[in-house]
Protein backbone atom coordinates (compact mmCIF):
# COMPACT_ATOMS: atom_id res chain seq x y z
CA UNK A 1 0.00 0.00 0.00
CA UNK A 2 1.75 3.27 -0.67
CA UNK A 3 0.79 6.60 0.84
CA UNK A 4 -0.97 8.62 -1.76
CA UNK A 5 -2.42 11.72 -0.04
CA UNK A 6 -4.11 14.73 -1.54
CA UNK A 7 -6.29 16.25 0.66
CA UNK A 8 -6.30 13.49 3.00
CA UNK A 9 -7.84 11.33 0.34
CA UNK A 10 -6.35 8.20 -0.62
CA UNK A 11 -6.11 7.70 -4.33
CA UNK A 12 -7.51 4.22 -5.74
CA UNK A 13 -4.09 2.13 -5.45
CA UNK A 14 -3.92 -1.60 -5.99
CA UNK A 15 -5.41 -2.40 -3.18
CA UNK A 16 -8.71 -0.67 -4.38
CA UNK A 17 -8.56 -2.10 -8.20
CA UNK A 18 -8.08 -5.60 -6.21
CA UNK A 19 -10.92 -4.76 -3.90
CA UNK A 20 -12.87 -4.12 -7.02
CA UNK A 21 -12.42 -7.39 -8.80
CA UNK A 22 -13.55 -9.21 -5.89
CA UNK A 23 -16.83 -7.34 -5.28
CA UNK A 24 -18.08 -6.33 -9.02
CA UNK A 25 -20.30 -8.98 -9.42
CA UNK A 26 -21.84 -9.03 -6.00
CA UNK A 27 -25.31 -7.83 -6.47
CA UNK A 28 -28.31 -6.81 -3.34
CA UNK A 29 -30.67 -4.16 -2.49
CA UNK A 30 -28.04 -2.29 -0.65
CA UNK A 31 -24.47 -1.76 0.47
CA UNK A 32 -22.08 0.09 2.46
CA UNK A 33 -18.38 1.11 2.00
CA UNK A 34 -16.59 1.88 5.38
CA UNK A 35 -13.57 4.02 4.40
CA UNK A 36 -14.63 5.47 1.09
CA UNK A 37 -11.67 8.01 0.44
CA UNK A 38 -12.26 9.25 -2.96
CA UNK A 39 -15.49 7.25 -3.64
CA UNK A 40 -13.98 4.87 -6.14
CA UNK A 41 -15.42 1.94 -4.64
CA UNK A 42 -19.00 3.32 -3.49
CA UNK A 43 -19.67 4.12 -7.14
CA UNK A 44 -18.73 0.72 -8.10
CA UNK A 45 -21.26 -0.66 -5.73
CA UNK A 46 -23.72 1.93 -7.03
CA UNK A 47 -24.03 0.03 -10.14
CA UNK A 48 -25.33 -3.11 -8.90
CA UNK A 49 -27.24 -1.68 -5.59
CA UNK A 50 -29.96 0.06 -5.52
CA UNK A 51 -28.90 1.76 -2.34
CA UNK A 52 -25.67 3.01 -1.27
CA UNK A 53 -23.97 4.34 1.88
CA UNK A 54 -20.32 5.26 2.22
CA UNK A 55 -18.77 6.54 5.55
CA UNK A 56 -15.17 7.54 6.60
CA UNK A 57 -13.42 8.92 9.50
CA UNK A 58 -12.25 12.05 7.52
CA UNK A 59 -14.50 14.73 6.55
CA UNK A 60 -12.62 16.88 4.44
CA UNK A 61 -12.00 13.72 2.88
CA UNK A 62 -15.43 13.47 2.21
CA UNK A 63 -15.95 17.09 1.21
CA UNK A 64 -13.50 16.83 -1.36
CA UNK A 65 -14.39 13.19 -3.24
CA UNK A 66 -13.17 12.82 -6.56
CA UNK A 67 -15.64 10.22 -7.40
CA UNK A 68 -18.62 12.08 -5.17
CA UNK A 69 -21.45 10.12 -3.61
CA UNK A 70 -24.73 11.05 -2.17
CA UNK A 71 -25.30 8.96 0.64
CA UNK A 72 -22.03 9.99 2.66
CA UNK A 73 -21.50 9.85 6.30
CA UNK A 74 -18.75 10.94 8.78
CA UNK A 75 -17.89 8.29 11.68
CA UNK A 76 -16.05 5.81 12.86
CA UNK A 77 -16.27 2.38 11.08
CA UNK A 78 -20.27 1.95 10.80
CA UNK A 79 -21.28 3.75 14.51
CA UNK A 80 -23.48 6.27 13.11
CA UNK A 81 -25.48 3.49 11.17
CA UNK A 82 -28.58 1.83 12.19
CA UNK A 83 -29.42 0.02 9.17
CA UNK A 84 -28.48 -3.63 7.65
CA UNK A 85 -26.86 -4.17 4.58
CA UNK A 86 -26.31 -7.07 1.90
CA UNK A 87 -22.65 -5.95 1.57
CA UNK A 88 -20.66 -3.86 3.28
CA UNK A 89 -16.70 -3.55 2.01
CA UNK A 90 -13.69 -1.96 3.50
CA UNK A 91 -10.30 -1.67 2.45
CA UNK A 92 -9.08 -1.06 5.85
CA UNK A 93 -6.29 0.87 7.26
CA UNK A 94 -4.14 -2.08 7.40
CA UNK A 95 -0.49 -1.59 7.36
CA UNK A 96 1.26 -2.68 10.60
CA UNK A 97 2.73 0.59 12.63
CA UNK A 98 4.05 2.05 15.67
CA UNK A 99 1.65 4.79 15.61
CA UNK A 100 -1.40 5.98 13.91
CA UNK A 101 0.24 8.96 11.57
CA UNK A 102 -1.72 8.63 8.91
CA UNK A 103 -5.54 7.66 9.32
CA UNK A 104 -5.85 6.58 5.84
CA UNK A 105 -3.58 3.45 5.78
CA UNK A 106 -1.97 2.83 9.48
CA UNK A 107 -3.44 0.15 11.47
CA UNK A 108 -1.76 -0.29 14.29
CA UNK A 109 -0.03 -3.21 16.02
CA UNK A 110 0.71 -6.13 13.62
CA UNK A 111 -2.14 -4.08 11.34
CA UNK A 112 -4.81 -5.10 13.45
CA UNK A 113 -6.01 -2.08 15.96
CA UNK A 114 -7.93 -0.01 13.96
CA UNK A 115 -8.95 -3.15 11.48
CA UNK A 116 -10.55 -4.65 14.67
CA UNK A 117 -11.83 -2.11 15.93
CA UNK A 118 -13.61 -1.33 12.53
CA UNK A 119 -15.08 -4.91 11.98
CA UNK A 120 -16.31 -4.72 15.30
CA UNK A 121 -18.28 -1.43 14.37
CA UNK A 122 -19.22 -3.13 10.63
CA UNK A 123 -20.85 -6.53 12.13
CA UNK A 124 -24.59 -4.68 13.16
CA UNK A 125 -24.61 -3.44 10.08
CA UNK A 126 -24.78 -6.54 8.37
CA UNK A 127 -27.90 -8.42 7.78
CA UNK A 128 -27.82 -11.67 8.47
CA UNK A 129 -26.44 -13.93 5.60
CA UNK A 130 -24.75 -10.50 4.38
CA UNK A 131 -20.99 -10.05 3.78
CA UNK A 132 -18.53 -8.11 4.59
CA UNK A 133 -15.39 -7.85 2.05
CA UNK A 134 -12.03 -6.14 3.67
CA UNK A 135 -8.78 -6.00 2.59
CA UNK A 136 -5.52 -6.50 4.67
CA UNK A 137 -1.25 -7.14 3.71
CA UNK A 138 0.73 -10.14 4.39
CA UNK A 139 2.80 -7.73 6.05
CA UNK A 140 0.21 -7.57 8.84
CA UNK A 141 -1.31 -10.68 11.19
CA UNK A 142 -3.88 -11.47 8.66
CA UNK A 143 -4.21 -14.80 10.28
CA UNK A 144 -5.24 -13.54 13.63
CA UNK A 145 -6.96 -10.83 11.89
CA UNK A 146 -9.33 -13.76 10.17
CA UNK A 147 -9.07 -15.80 13.79
CA UNK A 148 -10.85 -12.55 15.65
CA UNK A 149 -13.39 -11.54 13.31
CA UNK A 150 -14.60 -15.80 13.74
CA UNK A 151 -14.73 -15.27 17.28
CA UNK A 152 -16.58 -11.63 16.94
CA UNK A 153 -19.32 -14.22 14.99
CA UNK A 154 -18.26 -14.17 11.56
CA UNK A 155 -17.64 -16.79 9.35
CA UNK A 156 -14.18 -15.12 7.70
CA UNK A 157 -12.02 -17.25 4.88
CA UNK A 158 -9.35 -15.90 2.69
CA UNK A 159 -11.84 -15.16 -0.48
CA UNK A 160 -8.80 -14.09 -2.60
CA UNK A 161 -4.70 -13.26 -2.93
CA UNK A 162 -2.80 -11.08 -5.03
CA UNK A 163 0.99 -11.28 -4.76
CA UNK A 164 2.94 -7.30 -5.23
CA UNK A 165 6.41 -6.75 -5.50
CA UNK A 166 7.43 -6.74 -1.58
CA UNK A 167 3.57 -8.50 -0.25
CA UNK A 168 0.22 -9.97 -0.74
CA UNK A 169 -2.68 -8.21 -0.70
CA UNK A 170 -5.63 -10.45 1.05
CA UNK A 171 -9.34 -10.40 0.43
CA UNK A 172 -11.14 -12.20 3.31
CA UNK A 173 -15.02 -12.91 3.04
CA UNK A 174 -16.95 -12.69 6.23
CA UNK A 175 -20.68 -13.83 5.91
CA UNK A 176 -22.64 -13.06 9.15
C1 LIG B 1 -6.89 2.67 2.44
S1 LIG B 1 -7.99 4.04 2.35
C2 LIG B 1 -9.19 3.39 1.20
C3 LIG B 1 -9.92 4.47 0.42
C4 LIG B 1 -10.85 3.91 -0.67
N1 LIG B 1 -11.92 3.16 -0.13
C5 LIG B 1 -10.08 3.05 -1.64
O1 LIG B 1 -10.25 1.83 -1.60
O2 LIG B 1 -9.30 3.59 -2.44
C6 LIG B 1 -8.84 3.93 3.92
C7 LIG B 1 -9.93 4.99 4.13
O3 LIG B 1 -10.57 4.71 5.37
C8 LIG B 1 -10.72 5.90 6.12
N2 LIG B 1 -10.70 5.49 7.52
C9 LIG B 1 -9.63 5.22 8.30
N3 LIG B 1 -10.03 4.84 9.52
C10 LIG B 1 -11.38 4.87 9.52
C11 LIG B 1 -12.37 4.58 10.48
N4 LIG B 1 -12.04 4.18 11.70
N5 LIG B 1 -13.66 4.72 10.13
C12 LIG B 1 -14.01 5.15 8.89
N6 LIG B 1 -13.11 5.44 7.93
C13 LIG B 1 -11.82 5.29 8.24
C14 LIG B 1 -9.57 6.79 5.70
O4 LIG B 1 -9.85 8.15 5.91
C15 LIG B 1 -9.43 6.42 4.22
O5 LIG B 1 -10.24 7.26 3.41
Same mark, same amino acid.
Do not use: W
Given at each position: ?????????????????????? &????? *? =??? /? %? @????????????????????????????????????????????????????????????????????? &????? *? =??? /? %? @???????????????????????????????????????????????????????????????
Amino acid at each position: MQNKLHKGQYDPAEDTFFLEDC &IKNEK *G =KSA /L %E @IGTGSGYLTKVLERSFDFVVGTDINLDVLKNQTYASQNLLCCFGADAINLQFDLVICNLPYLATDEILD &IATDG *G =KEG /L %E @IPLQIIKSAIPSIREGGKFFFITSSLSNFTKLVEETNKMGLKARIFATKKLFFEELIVVEAVK
